[in-house]
């Protein structure tokens, strides 16, 4: 893809990934993985080429977790992020002291940030950088998960430059609206009628709601 149309996002991933490009075309070789399918219609992976996402796939891992089980804990070392194939898991922060009155957070301080079911993706802040996670992901009913690495994004990388400023572009777009809805939520769960509460929070750091 020549630069020229590139929007400006992208322009300044091309920048950062040094210009290296690998193959243009199509590198695919024998039947596509079923899965590939299910992945090309996320909003992650939303203009990837098969081949792209095959790869990617190639050096995936398949979890399966019972009730109860968890994908990942809040402050956990992020390595890898998951696309959920079947069930439903929930998604839940505990919010350490950023300020607030203690008579003004939830029971045990955790808020349910929502419930993931198939199709949907997390840990993607993960493929950017490796920072402890910012929630807690918990299987409600029996799941099956992809478990892509940041390593094998690094690998997209040196296969092709494009598709790898593509992917950088479309997690950096699901994690802004990741972060607008989790927000709100946070914001209808937290009573703020106080003027010394309102004060507070304000004036707090405020917290990551990535996931």
């Not at 898991?89 to 029971?107: N, Q, Y």
């Not at 009573?191 to 509460?197: G, I, Q, T, W």
């Amino acid at each position: 893809m020549p630069n020229s149309q590139l929007n400006p996002l992208q322009r300044v991933l091309a920048s950062l990934s040094g210009g290296r490009s690998g193959p243009q075309t199509p590198q695919t070789t024998g039947p596509l993985d079923p899965r590939v399918g299910l992945l090309m219609q996320m909003p992650l992976f939303q203009g990837l080429r098969p081949d792209t996402v095959q790869r990617l796939l190639s050096e995936a891992r398949i979890v399966t977790l019972r009730p109860g089980e968890f994908f990942c804990r809040q402050g956990d070392e992020a390595l890898h992020m998951y696309v959920l194939e079947t069930g439903l898991a929930s998604v839940t922060k505990v919010w350490e002291d950023h300020g607030l009155e203690r008579d003004a957070l939830g029971p045990n301080d955790q808020f349910d940030l929502g419930m993931l079911e198939r199709g949907q993706s997390f840990g993607e802040l993960a493929l950017i950088e490796r920072t402890p996670r910012s929630a807690s992901i918990c299987a409600k009913t029996s799941c099956v998960a992809i478990e892509i690495a940041a390593t094998s994004l690094r690998r997209i990388r040196e296969y092709d430059v494009d598709q790898f400023i593509l992917i950088l572009s479309n997690i950096s777009l699901t994690l802004c609206q990741r972060v607008r809805e989790a927000d709100e939520k946070l914001m209808r769960n937290i009573p703020l009628s106080k003027p010394a509460r309102t004060a507070s929070f304000q004036n707090s750091s405020y917290p990551n709601s990535t996931y």
